[in-house]
T-cell receptor, first 112, second 115 residues
Framework: ELKVEQNPLFLSMQEGKNYTIYCNYS?????LYWYRQDPGKSLESLFV?????AVKQEGRLMASLDTKARLSTLHITAAVHDLSATYFC????????????FGKGTHLIIQP | DAGVIQSPRHEVTEMGQEVTLRCKPI?????LFWYRQTMMRGLELLIY????????DSGMPEDRFSAKMPNASFSTLKIQPSEPRDSAVYFC?????????????FGPGTRLTVL
């Protein structure tokens, strides 16, 4: 059974600081997805990482994928309050033939 | 494009009643997914379709749950009879291609409460 683990699950940080969210998964996959969810809202796609060594950046967020270590990171640079949300990583179950298995999510609070 | 459309947005029903959730995927998308989100279990895949055909329903929790996709622009998820433990937010998502290789676009969700 594919398992996706995120840490930390809760993170409170100050504006202007840097931090990294980690996502480990238990089986071979070269596709990893990051989503954002605001309270009471739907999921918004942030990044799709499709190969080992892939790195994508959008604003203050940067995601990377190491398929050998089965690890993805989401790095936040100089955090701002608007980035407060829950962040999910997800992995496809069997090499792209199925739906996604999600981590539990990282609830991020950025305080002024 | 209007994105993935789900209805109703909120549903409150009593135990034992039938519940039908509806989804209209993004036009031109070939894959459709139903997920359930709860505090205890997080986000879980229930079933997914490709070109209107169910590919994997192993996530459907019980026979009380059924899903159909009669055409490329409409899908339903039915629960009959409903139970309090079915209370959750149900999301529909669609993607352009087969499976999860493409980005999945999520609808706004249906918040179901079973009393």
């Amino acid at each position: 059974e594919l398992k996706v683990e995120q840490n930390p699950l809760f993170l409170s940080m100050q504006e202007g600081k840097n931090y990294t969210i980690y996502c480990n998964y238990s089986t071979t996959s070269d596709r990893l997805y990051w989503y954002r969810q605001d309270p009471g809202k739907s999921l918004e796609s942030l990044f799709v990482l499709l190969s080992n060594g892939a790195v994508k950046q959008e604003g203050r967020l940067m995601a990377s994928l190491d398929t050998k270590a089965r690890l993805s990171t989401l790095h936040i640079t100089a955090a701002v309050h608007d980035l407060s949300a829950t962040y999910f990583c997800a992995v496809d179950m069997r090499g792209g033939a199925d739906g996604l298995t999600f981590g539990k999510g990282t609830h991020l609070i950025i305080q002024p | 494009d209007a994105g993935v459309i789900q209805s109703p947005r909120h549903e409150v029903t009593e135990m034992g009643q039938e519940v039908t959730l509806r989804c209209k995927p993004i036009s031109g998308h070939n894959s459709l997914f139903w997920y359930r989100q709860t505090m205890m279990r997080g986000l879980e895949l229930l079933i997914y379709f490709n070109n209107n055909v169910p590919i994997d329903d192993s996530g459907m929790p019980e026979d009380r749950f059924s899903a159909k996709m009669p055409n490329a622009s409409f899908s339903t998820l039915k629960i009959q009879p409903s139970e309090p433990r079915d209370s959750a937010v149900y999301f529909c998502a669609s993607s352009p291609g087969r499976g999860a290789a493409d980005t999945q676009y999520f609808g706004p969700g249906t918040r179901l409460t079973v009393l």
